[in-house]
């Protein structure tokens, strides 16, 4: 078993939508959630950062941690074309290196 | 200001050769990190750098891998008789002074084993 399961979707969603991307993760040790998005041919960029359990909002984007459960979670309301991405879920302890999840590819249709 | 760079942007070599792909990360970031992005397995860490020293290597595949970096700034990351697995993009990123901090990524190194 991975340490950050991940579904690998695809995922191919309506302008305007709700969408929801999950991961679970298997070690307690991990302290620091991240959600990383990545366009073609490109880094991935820091999207959300989460330190604790609860939910973390910006804007269009809701980052939710459960340790209990550990389970994370990114919810992007309103949808758009633009949002058409792989979007990565990542977690690290004290250790500093990210553990990744494969990550999902999301297409927001117009 | 600058992000973090990477070069070159691809590189297609021939198996059983050696290369070379360098990471400059941001100005003042003493953490500095290698990880490779394949298709089949996804982005997987290799090496972290806190200044010139490496405490963990853990992510390094097999010992045709090596990295340095020098200065506390610019880092190599070599792989030695390169084999048709090794094909990937190689992602560099820096955080300011390692831990839990935000690591930021540059565009990565395309490699190509022929």
């Known amino acids: 078993q991975k340490e950050v399961e991940q579904d690998p979707g695809p995922l191919s969603v309506p302008e305007g939508a709700i969408v929801s991307l999950n991961c679970t993760y298997s070690n307690s040790a991990f302290q620091y959630f991240m959600w990383y998005r990545q366009y073609s041919r490109k880094g991935p960029e820091l999207l959300m950062y989460t330190y604790s359990s609860g939910n973390k909002e910006d804007g269009r984007f809701t980052a939710q941690v459960d340790k209990s459960s550990k389970y994370i979670s990114l919810f992007i309301r309103d949808s758009q074309p633009s949002d058409s991405a792989t979007y990565l879920c990542?977690?690290?302890?004290?250790?500093?290196?990210?553990?990744f999840g494969k990550g999902i590819t999301l297409s927001v249709r117009p | 200001g600058a992000g973090v760079s990477q070069s070159p942007s691809n590189k297609v070599t021939e198996k059983g050769k050696d290369v070379e792909l360098r990471c400059d990360p941001i100005?003042?970031?003493?953490?500095l990190y290698w990880y490779r992005q394949s298709l089949g397995q996804g982005l997987e860490f290799l090496i972290y750098f806190q200044g010139n020293s490496a405490p963990d290597k853990s992510g390094l595949p097999s010992d045709r891998f090596s990295a340095e970096r020098t200065g506390g700034s610019v880092s190599t990351l070599t792989i030695q008789r390169t084999q048709q697995e090794d094909s990937a993009v190689y992602l560099c990123?820096?955080?300011?002074?390692?831990?839990?901090?935000?690591?930021?990524f540059g565009p990565g190194t395309r490699l190509l084993v022929l």
């Open positions: 990542a977690t690290t302890g004290a250790n500093s290196k990210l553990t």
């Open positions: 990123a820096s955080s300011l002074s390692g831990g839990g901090e935000t690591q930021y």
């Open positions: 100005s003042g970031h003493t953490a």
